[in-house]
T-cell receptor
Framework: GQQLNQSPQSMFIQEGEDVSMNCTSSSIFNTWLWYKQDPGEGPVLLIALYKAGELTSNGRLTAQFGITRKDSFLNISASIPSDVGIYFCAGRGASNYQLIWGAGTKLIIKP | GAVVSQHPSWVICKSGTSVKIECRSLDFQATTMFWYRQFPKQSLMLMATSNEGSKATYEQGVEKDKFLINHASLTLSTLTVTSAHPEDSSFYIC??????????FGPGTRLTVT
């Protein structure tokens, strides 16, 4: 099925570094969502974006809904060890409640 | 708020048996619940959309007779994997849609079929 283009696939970060990841789509979405999934757990909603151009923060996390409605990015500032995990973007169109998912970005802390 | 639970968190069963997984929205009513399957190092794959009081809508390629879904109340949906085989081993995750249209996910159920 349809999938969003999420990059990078993985990132090796040092504690304290800022992190950026993004998702793009060939289709327009009305909603962009960012989730984090820890091993053996379900995804947890981090940020929801509902309007083109919207910039929303949640603590050290900031996400933006692209003006074209075909992309979104997530930034994490001053990363800490508990930020490790897999981050997924998801988009939702106007026609139904189903989510289209990115492949995920895996954050790894450099030893 | 918006807590979703799943039970069991993990289950091991023998090939040919059936397994039931429960998904509950604990502090909100969910008219729609979703069932996903996730393979290692992959994204979530939607299996079916479950609406309270009506038949589930299955995604293409998902066998409705093998993955039975029942959504009998606004807080409970169940997924039954019938005649399970080793290839059904996976991580099954449910989500529930709140009145704000967002999906909140359960912690997942790890199914291993031996």
């Amino acid at each position: 099925g349809q999938q969003l283009n999420q990059s990078p696939q993985s990132m090796f970060i040092q504690e304290g570094e800022d992190v950026s990841m993004n998702c793009t789509s060939s289709s327009i979405f009305n909603t962009w969502l960012w989730y984090k999934q820890d091993p053996g757990e379900g995804p947890v909603l981090l940020i929801a974006l509902y309007k083109a151009g919207e910039l929303t923060s949640n603590g050290r996390l900031t996400a933006q809904f692209g003006i074209t409605r075909k992309d979104s990015f997530l930034n994490i500032s001053a990363s800490i060890p508990s930020d490790v995990g897999i981050y997924f973007c998801a988009g939702r169109g106007a026609s139904n409640y189903q989510l289209i998912w990115g492949a995920g970005t895996k954050l790894i802390i450099k030893p | 708020g918006a807590v979703v639970s799943q039970h069991p968190s993990w289950v091991i069963c023998k090939s040919g048996t059936s397994v039931k997984i429960e998904c509950r929205s604990l502090d909100f009513q969910a008219t729609t619940m979703f069932w996903y399957r996730q393979f290692p190092k992959q994204s979530l794959m939607l299996m079916a959309t479950s609406n309270e009081g009506s038949k589930a809508t299955y995604e293409q390629g998902v066998e409705k007779d093998k993955f039975l879904i029942n959504h009998a109340s606004l807080t409970l949906s169940t997924l039954t994997v019938t005649s399970a085989h080793p290839e059904d081993s996976s991580f099954y995750i449910c989500s529930a849609r709140d009145q704000g249209d967002e999906q909140y996910f359960g912690p997942g159920t790890r199914l291993t079929v031996t």
